[in-house]
């Protein structure tokens, strides 16, 4: 990493002005400066970003169905072309990318690469789907003396509202399935990640994206956001965030009179799971785990939530847990050795702190890695802890951070574990840990989740191989990074000829 960390020098005191990047010029006459600093050092300003107001947001919708048929109608190779040149621009300005992750978003060096490559394969992987699917019509067999061809084509116009988590890979993924596609769109990244945001449709503009097919508006949620669910000019929403949110957005597309039917696209929050039976290996569950549950502050969608250990070999896990809980490091994203960052912010580190002292004044407390004063005193940290709980069904809400749950189970209850698991509701990712080939199968099958994962960690996609994304209240589908996502953002039409 030496080569890249001292490329990311130069842009590790830089300060950026941005603001949102519209179809037109966009007046100063109302300051909506907001101010970015980082997670890990409060005190360091990263740069401040113009919100968008109301009246703009309308003003880019506009703009964004005017540029509809023009757009829809540019061959798909020419689309594709932009995506890939995307790629090439992010790659080489990889640095600036990565150094923005950990300034604005509190991600490890390491973290930040997989980011940005993820990123990357996003765009080959769109722009060779949308080649494939957009490119000449699908011929369908019929009778005799009939010809039928399925065609496809654009939606019309999408807002795509993205989290903080991942602000390069989610943001860059949503926007350019949905460009390549042949649908305009208005992006809307996160409030606390809206400077890289900008970095990556600043690139996007340089790759030759026409300035009214892809617009950035960044700002609040509920005031940018709200503006654009509750437009009737909107086709669709590609989105991912939190549960809650997405029901807004439901509730405020459905809310819409007279306009046809809109397409939601979302990929929500999770409560995942992972069995440990007592054939498992007691060190690779806990190496999987402390990745599993820790890394990225355990800001991670498919982060694990809940373990639960058989009772013949709980005991043990707990006790080499932790121990290598004891040696994670806390501390600056920045730094090599560091295991562990900050949460996103106040708000976050808060709620979570919240919870934390909730369950130790219960006396639930199983381990906790010591914060070091040196390390953590000017940002927002919170400690990796583990907590001893009675069942997924105790927790209310996701814990975005990292709080491993654990619950012993009796190998007699393993039914009664996989329904309350079903019957919360949530269904991203899952885990088992057994070296019974048959059980570990068996619960694969009865869980409904969308990723599961086989005596390994339950984090993780590769784009194209490991497509991603949940059901019931953890998301909609169809899978991020898998062959029939560009599907959701296009139209079918069957033409016949006699
Ligand atoms: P969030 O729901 O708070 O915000 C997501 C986006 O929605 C932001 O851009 C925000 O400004 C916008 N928003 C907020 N209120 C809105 C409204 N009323 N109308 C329209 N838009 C609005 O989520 P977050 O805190 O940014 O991200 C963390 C959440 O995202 C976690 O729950 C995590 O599990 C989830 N997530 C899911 C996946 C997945 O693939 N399933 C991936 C990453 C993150």
Request: glycine share 10%.
């Amino acid at each position: 990493y030496q080569p890249l960390m001292d490329a990311m020098a130069r842009f590790m005191d830089k300060t950026y002005t941005t603001g949102p990047l519209l179809a037109f010029e966009v007046s100063k006459d109302v300051d909506t400066t907001h101010v970015v600093t980082s997670p890990y050092d409060h005190n360091q300003r990263v740069g401040s970003v113009q919100w968008t107001t109301r009246e703009q947001a309308s003003r880019a919708v506009d703009a964004a169905w005017a540029a509809f048929p023009r757009w829809e109608a540019t061959p798909v190779g020419e689309r594709a072309t932009i995506i890939r040149r995307l790629a090439d621009l992010m790659e080489e300005n990889l640095a600036e990318l990565m150094a923005l992750c950990s300034r604005e978003g509190g991600k490890l060096l390491t973290d930040g690469v997989d980011e940005i490559r993820e990123a990357v394969d996003f765009c080959h992987y769109y722009a060779m789907r949308a080649e494939e699917l957009f490119d000449a019509p699908t011929e369908l067999p019929g009778p005799t003396g009939e010809s039928n061809e399925l065609m496809l084509g654009g939606k019309g116009v999408f807002a795509a509202i993205s989290p903080w988590n991942f602000p390069v890979a989610i943001f860059c993924g949503q926007v350019v399935a949905a460009a390549v596609s042949g649908n305009t769109v208005l992006a809307k990244p996160a409030e606390q990640t809206s400077i890289v945001a900008h970095r990556v449709i600043e690139l996007l503009h340089e790759a030759g994206m026409p300035r009214d097919v892809v617009q950035l508006l960044p700002g609040d949620g509920p005031t940018v956001g709200s503006v654009l669910t509750s437009d009737p000019r909107i086709t669709g929403v590609v989105f991912t965030g939190g549960t809650d949110t997405a029901q807004i957005i439901n509730r405020a597309l459905a809310a819409r009179d007279n306009v046809p039917l809109p397409t939601l696209i979302a990929e929500t929050g999770g409560m995942n799971a992972l069995i440990v039976d007592s054939t498992a290996l007691p060190e690779q569950v806990v190496a999987d785990v402390i990745q599993s549950a820790f890394q990225s502050a355990g800001q991670r969608c498919s982060a694990l939530r809940v373990l639960y250990l058989q009772d013949d070999v709980a005991d043990r896990v707990i006790e080499i847990l932790k121990g290598a809980m004891d040696e994670l490091h806390v501390g600056d994203p920045r730094d090599l050795g560091t295991d562990v960052g900050p949460v996103i912010d106040e708000e976050a580190r808060q709620g979570l702190m919240a919870h934390i002292d909730k369950l130790k004044a219960e006396g639930r407390l199983l381990a906790e890695t010591r914060l070091d004063p040196a390390h953590t005193a000017h940002g927002t940290f919170v400690p990796p802890t583990a907590f001893r709980i009675d069942g997924i069904d105790a927790l209310e809400r996701e814990q975005f951070g990292p709080v491993l749950h654990i619950v012993r189970y009796k190998a007699s209850e393993i039914d009664k574990v996989i329904d309350t698991i079903n019957d919360k509701g949530y269904g991203l990712t899952f885990g088992v840990h057994s070296r019974n080939e048959s059980f570990a199968e068996l619960i694969a099958q009865k869980i409904r989740v969308g990723n599961v994962y086989i005596n390994r960690n339950i984090i993780g996609a590769v784009v194209g191989v490991q497509p991603f994304g949940g059901q019931g209240l953890s998301g909609t589908g169809p899978k991020a990074g898998g062959p029939h996502y560009l599907l959701r953002f296009a139209t079918e039409k069957t033409v016949t000829v006699n």
